[in-house]
Each structure stands twice: as C-alpha cells, then as structure tokens.
C-alpha cells in the first residue's frame, strides 16, 4: 500500500529525511518511532504530500506522492499532533465542515457523523461546544475528523500526547479497530509501550535515517535474548558472589555497573532462587532488585546511546 525508496527532504543544508526506505502493506499497523527531529513527521508531511521529496521516491495505492498528490489525497486521512478543530462549533458541526470540505453531504453525512461520535464516545456530547472539552475528548474528536471520508490509510502523529490514562486508553482501542476493519495506519508516538501492544511492525528513525526496522521480536532479538538482573551487594561480598554465580543455571556473566551487581542471565526469573539462596547463606537482604528484559526501549538505547523520550518537549 505504501512504498518509500530512498526517500530524502532537506531544509538547507540539513537532511530531516535522510535516505530512508520501507513499505507497509495493505491493512498494516506500523509503528514510526525516534525522539523529536529524528524525521518522522517530515516524513509523514511528504507522504501527505504537504512537503515535496528532494529525491527518492513515495507512493500510495500505488500513486506517486509527487506527481499525483490529487489521487494519494483522496486515499488518505491525517491526523495531526496539533488539535484541528473549530472551539466555537460542537462536535457534530466540526465533523460536518470537515464532511463537507470532502464533498460528502445530507443523509449519508450524518450516518458517518453518528458512526464516528460513537466510536469516540462522544455522542453524548454531540451538541456540546469543543470550547468546553477536556483534553482526551479533543484528541478522540480530533482523531475521527481524520476519518470522516473514510479514508483508506490514516497517518497518526503522537495521538496520546498530553492526556489522561483513560482517554489514552479509548484511543488505542479506536486505533485497533481500525486495523481490524483492515485500515492501513502509521502510528508515530514515543511511547514504546504503545508501539508494542499495537504495531505489527516497527521502523526506529534517528536523524533522518532508518537504523531498524522489523517485526517486535526481530528487533527485539537484535539486542539478545538475556535479561539483566541488577541489584545493590556491599563490596566485600561481590568478589564471593562472581565465583560462585558462575555455576547457576542460566548464568551468563556478572560485572559492577553503577554501583549495582549486574548478572546477565538467559532468564532472570529462573536465576533468582540462586541469588535468593546466595543471599541466605550470607545473611544479606536482597536490595533493590531490578529485573530487565529486552525490549523496545533496550533496542533503541543499544542504536542511538540515548533514551527516546530525551528529546520530548
């Protein structure tokens, strides 16, 4: 459905988009992740066809975002980190403009305008100014505008940014929906833990350029398959601890990191009796424990050396 090839944008001398390549297959969920000027909404604004490619080249339904942007447009709904909605008017008036601005009108409208308050929940709220909204039931306003014609491809940009747990929680679900009814979505978000429950692939982008890309579990496996297991150890007890740990199963290695014991084991669930018994028999408590397992935050920290929320504002 969507194919990216060698894609670059530059404003001057810098390159936002530097060469990145990937596809997304009809009814796909791909997640687009990296920290604020890593490229990604450049590169959503060019598949959008709101900027033009410096070169390479994009399409969509199989209709270059160049030199057919009419056709791509018709198949696309966007929906901006930036809340596009009209305060002054309700919910339904804000859905009809954007209805009508597609050529859509009278009894079908209205149909599709009631489709889309219910799955926001806010059919309730219907007549109510936007003015008065709280947060979340902006963003869920905000999120099905986006879909008001129907749209065969939806881009999502940050749409859980700035609201509350339950409001964030009724949007991912009306994100799964979507890709049930076979939808194609990009999701951008720095939110690793939404990328994992809701993608069926992930492209990581870091200035500009695409540094991995893959299912959860291949790029997971790029880090490896051991978990960590930290914990605080006085320091006359770790010389006695690295040559006895060595003979537990699972083990895999053991070093002083920050300050903490580190065991790198195959499953540190299944290590910690030893650790446990170990501790016993040296009539030591067991100090802020930390068990880590590789995950997309690990991935990302092991390519670009930071924490992909640095950069959040």
Known sequence: MIKVKDLVKKYGSLRAVDGISFEVGKGELFGLLGPNGAGKTTTINTLATLLSPDSGSASIGGFDVASDPGQVRRLLGVVPQEIALY????????????????????????????????????????????????????????????????????????????????????????????SQLGMTVIYTTHYLEEAEQLCDRIGVIDKGRMVALGDKEELIAQVGHHDFVRFQLPEAQRAALLATCTSWIGYFAAAQKKGKMEIEAQDGAELLPYLQAWLKEQNLPLDQLEIERPNLETLYLKLTGRDLREQVK
């Open 87 to 178: 305060t002054d008017l309700n919910s339904r008036d804000n859905l009809r403009f954007w209805g009508e601005l597609y050529g859509l009108g009278g009894k079908p409208l209205e149909i599709r305008i009631d489709e889309l308050l219910e799955m926001a929940a806010l059919t309730e709220h219907a007549t109510q100014k936007v003015s008065t909204f709280s947060g979340g039931m902006k963003r869920r306003l905000n999120m099905v505008v986006g879909l008001i014609h129907s749209p065969e491809v939806l881009f999502l940009d940050e749409p859980t940014v700035g609201i509350d747990a339950q409001a964030r929680t009724r949007i991912l679900e009306m994100i799964r929906e979507l």
